[in-house]
């Protein structure tokens, strides 16, 4: 479930920044920050359970079909925990 919050608390710190960006004056760099922050801890959490030869999985039904479902889902393997890290932690500094 941690890897929904990586790419979520980015999107939701854009939305609260594009609905209330002015009246947060200077505390909307804080808001940002704070995201990345949030995203690079679970991207350091997500790359230690692929560490421990563990797979995060998270899937989601997107729509069914005939007898079938179209399925959407996130998924940690090294290359991509260790990409999270290197994106996120930049993107923080």
């Known amino acids: ?6 790419p979520a608390l980015p999107l939701f710190s854009f939305a609260i920044l594009i609905f209330f960006g002015r009246r947060l004056g200077k505390f909307s760099a ?3 920050l ?3 922050a949030g995203s690079f801890f679970f991207s350091v959490r997500s790359f230690q359970l692929v560490a ?5 999985r998270v899937y989601w039904n997107w729509f069914p079909f005939g007898g079938g479902t179209f399925e959407m889902g996130l998924l940690a393997d090294p290359l991509s925990a ?3 890290l290197v994106v ?3 993107g923080w500094l």
């Open 52 to 56: 421990h030869h563990v797979s995060p």
């Open 1 to 6: 479930m941690d890897l929904l919050f990586i």
């Open 88 to 90: 996120t932690g930049i």
């Open 82 to 84: 260790t990409m999270c």
């Open 34 to 36: 704070l995201a990345l």
């Open 30 to 32: 804080a808001v940002s």
